[in-house]
């Protein structure tokens, strides 16, 4: 199991960039708060060696979703579920917050 799950998304003002994430951290079998964090605490988390996984709402209940990696383009690092190297994040279905 990973060691966060990010529930959900905030993209700047294009819709190309993610600036927030929300985030939980797995502690045995649970699921734990939800902080929001910067985009650059999770490339951070996850450069120390963190892993990170997508979770989605299914039903009432949350479901382990994909695994997300950090790719570099240009010289810049993007949080992805797939790694092809398009500059701009992507993490699939996660629903954005306000």
Do not use: C, Q
Not at 17 to 37: A, D, L, P
Not at 68 to 74: D, G, L, M, Q
Not at 77 to 95: C, G, M
Request: hydrophobic residues 30%.
């Amino acid at each position: 199991m990973a060691d966060y799950g990010i529930t959900g998304v905030k993209y700047d003002s294009i819709g190309k960039h993610i600036e927030w994430v929300k985030v939980g951290e797995f502690t045995g079998s649970s699921f734990g708060i939800r902080e929001n964090w910067l985009r650059t605490k999770v490339i951070s988390e996850f450069e120390k060696g963190k892993t990170f996984i997508t979770v989605l709402k299914h039903g009432d209940r949350l479901k382990k979703g994909l695994d997300i990696s950090i790719v570099t383009v240009n010289g810049k690092k993007y949080i992805r579920t797939d790694n092809n190297d398009k500059n701009s994040d992507n993490l699939k279905d996660i629903p954005e917050f306000p």
